[in-house]
C-alpha cells in the first residue's frame, strides 16, 4: 500500500460553477472556500498530514480588476474570523509565492495567521498565492551563489521543507498543470476530475485516495 502524505490541489471550476448556478463568479469563489474547509476536515478525518491549494496563480493578474479584488478580500476575511478555529484544530497555515505583491492588508493577515498557528501540528495546509512555478525555479537557481545542483536548487524553493505531493488532483476538466509546482510533481499521480471544485466533496477524495492506494509507483525502478 502507497504510503500518503501530500495532497496538491488545483481548485478549478469556482467561476464556471457560479455562472452555470446564475450567481456570478464570484458566488462561485465564495462557495469555492467552503469546499476548502470540508476538504480540510475530511483530511484530517483520513490522517492526511500535508496539503496544498492553488489559491491565485501569477497569471491570475490577468483576471478583471473587480474578481480580484473580490478574491483578496475573500481570503482576507476568512481568516480575520477563521483564525481561532484553526488554532483550535491545530491547523497549521503555510502560504508560499510571492507576497510582496498582495495588498498590504492581505499580507499582514496572512502573516499573522502563519505565526498564530506555526505550532500546530495536526495537519499543514500550504496556501499558493501569487505563485508560479517557472519563477520559483528561476529565484531558487538565481540563489545560488556556488555550484548549481538539484540539492541547492530545492534547498531555494519555497517548498523546500515539504515533502513532494503524492497526489495531485485537479478539478474542473482541463488535464494540464497551469505553472503549479512543476519541480515538485515529477512523480506525483495526476487526477484530473470532471466536477467543478464547489462539487467536489470527500467522497470524491476517498475515492482518489483508494484508487492511489491501488497504483504500483515505481519511481524508475522495475
Given at each position: 500500500m502507497n504510503h500518503l502524505n501530500h495532497i496538491a490541489f488545483i481548485m478549478d471550476g469556482n467561476g464556471r460553477w457560479g455562472k452555470k448556478n446564475k450567481k456570478g463568479r464570484n458566488y462561485g469563489h465564495l462557495k469555492g472556500v467552503e469546499t476548502v474547509k470540508k476538504i480540510v476536515k475530511a483530511s484530517i478525518k483520513f490522517k492526511i498530514?500535508?496539503?496544498?491549494?492553488?489559491?491565485?496563480?501569477?497569471?491570475?493578474?490577468?483576471?478583471?480588476?473587480?474578481?480580484?479584488?473580490?478574491?483578496f478580500k475573500l481570503i482576507k476575511n476568512y481568516f480575520s474570523k477563521e483564525i481561532q478555529n484553526l488554532?483550535?484544530?491545530e491547523i497549521k497555515i503555510n502560504?508560499?509565492?510571492?507576497?510582496?505583491?498582495?495588498?498590504?492588508?492581505?499580507k499582514l493577515v496572512l502573516k499573522k495567521s502563519m505565526k498564530l498557528?506555526?505550532?500546530?501540528?495536526?495537519?499543514?495546509?500550504?496556501?499558493?498565492?501569487?505563485?508560479?512555478?517557472?519563477?520559483?525555479?528561476?529565484?531558487?537557481?538565481?540563489?545560488?551563489k556556488k555550484k548549481v545542483t538539484l540539492q541547492s536548487i530545492e534547498k531555494n524553493m519555497y517548498t523546500k521543507?515539504?515533502?513532494?505531493?503524492?497526489?495531485?488532483?485537479?478539478?474542473?476538466?482541463?488535464?494540464?498543470?497551469?505553472n503549479f509546482l512543476l519541480w515538485q510533481l515529477s512523480y506525483t499521480e495526476l487526477f484530473f476530475l470532471k466536477k467543478l471544485w464547489p462539487d467536489f466533496n470527500s467522497n470524491d477524495?476517498?475515492?482518489?485516495?483508494e484508487k492511489y492506494k491501488k497504483i504500483k509507483r515505481n519511481f524508475g525502478k522495475i
Open positions: 498530514p500535508i496539503l496544498t491549494f492553488y489559491v491565485f496563480s501569477s497569471e491570475n493578474w490577468k483576471r478583471p480588476q473587480y474578481e480580484r479584488t473580490y478574491l488554532i483550535r484544530q502560504i508560499f509565492g510571492e507576497m510582496k505583491k498582495l495588498p498590504s492588508d492581505l498557528t506555526s505550532n500546530n501540528k495536526k495537519i499543514t495546509v500550504n496556501l499558493a498565492i501569487n505563485y508560479g512555478s517557472k519563477m520559483e525555479i528561476l529565484q531558487a537557481i538565481k540563489k545560488i521543507n515539504i515533502p513532494d505531493p503524492d497526489i495531485l488532483i485537479r478539478t474542473g476538466g482541463h488535464q494540464r498543470l497551469s477524495l476517498y475515492k482518489v485516495i
